[in-house]
């Protein structure tokens, strides 16, 4: 297995045009055992650890020299406090993304980012896969595997009742279209670095790290891409 190559790429994503669309935004930077987690969105929330083994490592990153480091304990996370209607997603457009660095690969679940347990990103064993949630999964498994111990880029996007899983900037073989039905989180109303669920089941732990997270009320991503070449702005 090898990481997806950027080869045919087209070019980069265009850039977002309204700041306010950015629900969340996390740079992971900072002094290294570090155990505040910045929200750099408009309107920033407060971020916190579930497990003591989570913190900002220069261990590794994809951009500006650290990360967030996961440990292996199933349920470990860095997550928004709380509750926050922002997140409740409905039937907008969105996207969710992050860099990733899985140190180990297992076979199971193992959450990557998501809003509540429902709308989120895991990795199997190599096999990336996305789920939204309408009060039924629907489920996208990616048409290639990924290896441990180097930094992949996932985005999972609704783009007009479309669902769209991206990895590497290459899109989904396939898609799902749930048209204009709204999504819901199970009063879950929060944004998580590795959830402690998938599609419902608890998940894996963990056990890397992640970087540059950010969800958005638009479609980043509508075909194939060049991941992000630098830390988000916004």
């Known amino acids: 297995m090898f990481p997806l190559a950027l080869l045919n790429a087209s070019s980069p994503p ?4 309204d700041p306010g669309l950015t629900l969340a935004l996390l740079h992971f930077d900072g002094a290294n055992g570090s155990i505040t987690f910045t929200d750099s969105s408009p309107t920033p929330l407060t971020y916190t650890r579930t497990l003591s083994e989570n913190i900002i490592s220069t261990a590794q990153s994809k951009f500006g020299g650290a990360s967030l480091y996961v440990g292996s ?5 860095v997550k928004s406090s709380g509750t926050d209607d922002r997140f409740l997603l409905s039937n907008q457009n969105f996207t969710i993304e992050c860099w990733f660095y899985d140190s180990v690969l297992v076979a199971g679940n193992k959450a990557i ?12 064993n190599g096999t990336i896969k996305g789920n939204v949630y309408t009060g039924s999964n629907f489920e996208i498994v990616h048409q290639t595997t990924v290896s441990a111990a180097v930094w992949n880029h996932v985005a999972l996007v609704r783009n007009n009742g479309v669902v769209t899983l991206y990895v590497n900037g290459v899109a989904s073989n396939t898609t799902v279209a749930i048209g204009t039905t ?13 959830p402690a669920s998938y599609k419902g089941v608890v998940v894996v732990g963990f056990d890397g790290y992640i970087d540059e997270a950010r969800l958005r009320l638009e479609a980043g991503y509508t075909a194939d891409c060049t991941p992000p070449t630098s830390a988000f702005t916004y």
């Open 113 to 124: 980012i998501g809003v509540g347990d429902r709308q989120s990103i895991a990795i199997d």
């Open 73 to 77: 304990t199933s349920g470990s996370g």
């Open 14 to 17: 265009s850039p977002p045009v």
């Open 182 to 194: 709204s999504l819901t989180n199970d009063g879950n109303n929060f944004f998580k670095m590795t």
